[in-house]
């Protein structure tokens, strides 16, 4: 199991990024996608969630209208467009699988995201 993230990086407050995670080495369509935070001394925490098929996205409250999480199961990606960002935004991003029938779930390496404000 294989994932490559990208797209994080510095921004100013009210800016944008959009990460990226490229999976490979499972069967990508059959798990729902998610990204998490963290910071240093804090759990990690959901940010969003998409389905399998269907598409059916969750977040958390404080990054709804702000934050689309989005799946390409040919290209086995799942991206996170981030917008209107903040300095409370700031953590690292991981990508996440999990498929809760099999009991598998998988974790991406990370990806910085600082927000100046």
């Known amino acids: 199991v294989q994932f490559v993230e990208s797209g994080g990086g510095l921004v100013q407050s009210g800016g944008s990024l959009r990460l990226s995670c490229a999976a490979s080495g499972f069967m990508f369509s059959w798990f729902t996608m998610a990204w998490y935070r963290q910071t240093p001394g804090k759990e990690r925490e959901l940010v969003a969630t998409?389905?399998?098929?269907?598409?059916?996205?969750n977040y958390r409250d404080s990054v709804k209208g702000r934050f689309t999480i989005s799946r390409d199961n040919a290209k086995n990606t799942v991206s996170l467009q981030m917008n209107s960002l903040k300095p409370e935004d700031t953590a690292v991003y991981y990508c996440n699988a999990v498929q809760f029938v099999a009991q598998s779930q998988y974790w991406g390496q990370g990806t910085q995201v600082t927000v100046s404000s």
């Open positions: 998409i389905d399998t098929r269907n598409g059916n996205t």
